[in-house]
């Protein structure tokens, strides 16, 4: 059973597309984030969500917009696709926000 | 801002050689923990540290964080070729930011048969 789900693994699309990036935790966590991993590794927070509420949002450009329809998932839709945005995006979630954090695989999105 | 600095950046051991990885930040470390990453997988968790001085051990991979609080190291005894992988320190923010972590840039660990 996996703990942190994203889908899809593997996204390649076009410049200019809008796509949305999903994610599901059947550990009963209440906070849950999105960070992005560039193509040297280095892996950054984007967004945080607890019980719902959006609770860190960085310097991400509008573009990027969560939606945490329940405790157990947190979407990422991003319009607009740029070339920059080709990175490795991971889920994660945790149970309060001090605790350690589940990842999910990661998604793979690649921009043409 | 806060930052962590791993180093070495890359490490190419030979089976069965132990090491070191560490992590260093310029502010103290509220929360120090170790993921490993595979490569096409997600970060798996290792060991979370808290207090200064504070030591855990999981098989053959020992962390410690110093009692400053601004140094953790791994330390891999006897090292196999599963623990190749990409090791990454991180720790909460000093500012209190909503549990976020902040990352090392990783250190990439081979071991060679």
């Known amino acids: 059973d996996t703990a942190v789900s994203q889908t899809p693994k593997y996204l390649v699309t076009q410049m200019g597309n809008d796509k949305s990036i999903k994610c599901e935790q059947n550990?009963?966590?209440?906070?849950m984030y999105w960070y992005k991993q560039d193509s040297k590794k280095f892996l950054k927070i984007m967004f945080s969500y607890n019980n719902k509420e959006l609770i860190i949002n960085e310097t991400v450009p509008n573009r990027f917009s969560p939606k945490s329809p329940d405790k157990a998932h947190l979407n990422l839709h991003i319009n607009s696709l740029e070339l920059g945005d080709s990175a490795v995006y991971f889920c994660?979630?945790?149970?309060?926000?001090?605790?350690?954090?589940?990842f999910g695989d990661g998604t793979r999105l690649s921009i043409l | 801002s806060q930052e962590l600095e791993q180093s070495p950046q890359s490490l190419i051991v030979q089976e069965g050689k132990n090491l070191t990885i560490n992590c260093t930040s310029s502010k103290t470390l509220y929360g120090l923990y170790w993921y490993k990453q595979k490569y096409g997988e997600g970060l798996i968790f290792l060991m979370m540290?808290?207090?200064?001085?504070e030591e855990k051990s999981h098989e053959k991979i020992t962390a410690k964080l110093d009692e400053k609080k601004q140094q953790s190291s791994l330390h891999i005894t006897a090292s196999q070729p599963s623990h190749a992988g990409i090791y990454l320190c991180g720790s909460h923010s000093i500012y209190n930011q909503g549990g976020k972590l902040i990352f090392g840039q990783g250190t990439e660990l081979s071991v060679k048969p």
């Open positions: 540290l808290q207090k200064g001085g």
């Open positions: 550990l009963g966590h209440d906070t």
């Open positions: 994660a979630s945790s149970q309060g926000r001090y605790q350690p954090q589940h």
